[in-house]
């Protein structure tokens, strides 16, 4: 069973970059999936990200294509979100999730079996 704690939410101005980490823990599987997701004020969550952790696959919500990069920390269980040319409407809190799949497929924000408690972000000059 995955223990998920994210890192490195803040505020920034908009045109800003920031870096999410998440650290997984308790789990026995190398092939999992881990996940972004976000919700901002008043809206319904959003899957943003999506990484294959053995394979190192990945894929994007069209909202961040293009700004928006997930990847693996080697020879750690974390992930990094790095996300570049920050809008306001990327504000919310940033969730990291996981999920005992191989492959980030078509359902992927369906996938994930475990969540962190999330992270601030905040884009506002």
């Known amino acids: 069973q995955w223990q998920l704690v994210e890192s490195g939410g803040g505020l920034v101005q908009p045109g800003g970059s920031l870096r999410l980490s998440c650290a997984a823990s308790?789990?026995?599987?190398?092939?999992?999936?881990i996940g972004w997701f976000r919700q901002a004020p008043g809206k319904e969550r959003e899957g943003v990200s999506c990484?294959?952790?053995?394979?190192?696959?990945?894929v994007h919500a069209d909202s961040v294509l293009g700004r928006f990069f997930i990847s693996r920390e080697l020879g750690k269980n974390s992930a990094v979100l790095e996300m570049n040319s920050l809008k306001p409407e990327d504000t919310g809190r940033y969730y990291c999730?996981?999920?005992?799949?191989?492959?980030?497929?078509?359902?992927?924000?369906?996938?994930?079996?475990?969540w962190g408690k999330g992270t601030l972000v905040t884009v506002s000059s």
């Open positions: 308790g789990g026995t599987r190398t092939r999992y999936i």
């Open positions: 999730a996981a999920g005992d799949y191989y492959t980030c497929s078509s359902n992927w924000e369906d996938d994930m079996e475990y």
């Open positions: 990484l294959e952790m053995m394979s190192g696959k990945s």
